[in-house]
């Protein structure tokens, strides 16, 4: 089992900035690739960033390209999503997760794949 427990949402204005942690506990940190999604009301979950184990590779949604950047510390069991440039669209629950691959390489970009999820945390922005 690994939990996942995600900090630093709140309320910004659009133009700001935010940075998502997410507390990881239980089995090795180092064996699985990590995600982050998100959902707003009325919409689908979606993929909005993934690392890979080693932390050298890393994807993004079109959405959130030049804008969110998704890093990782195996020391600290942390994953983190540096959100710059916050727009009203960005407003929704977003989700850590965590997928065992083998690929030391590997970046998950579905949601599938991940076993486990954290509980999210909201971010709202403001125009």
């Known amino acids: 089992q690994v939990q996942l427990v995600e900090s630093g949402g709140g309320s910004v204005q659009a133009g700001g900035s935010l940075r998502l942690s997410c507390a990881a506990s239980g089995r090795p940190f180092n064996r699985y690739a990590m995600g982050w999604f998100r959902q707003a009301p009325e919409k689908e979950r979606e993929f909005v960033a993934g690392?890979?184990?080693?932390?050298?590779?890393?994807l993004y949604a079109d959405s959130v390209k030049g804008r969110f950047t998704i890093s990782r510390d195996n020391a600290k069991n942390a994953v983190y999503l540096q959100i710059d440039g916050v727009k009203p669209e960005d407003t929704a629950v977003y989700y850590c997760?965590?997928?065992?691959?083998?690929?030391?390489?590997?970046?998950?970009?579905?949601?599938?794949?991940?076993?486990?999820w954290g509980q999210g945390t909201q971010v709202t922005v403001s125009s």
């Open positions: 997760a965590a997928a065992s691959v083998d690929l030391y390489i590997k970046v998950v970009v579905t949601a599938t794949p991940y076993d486990y």
């Open positions: 690392i890979s184990r080693s932390g050298t590779n890393t």
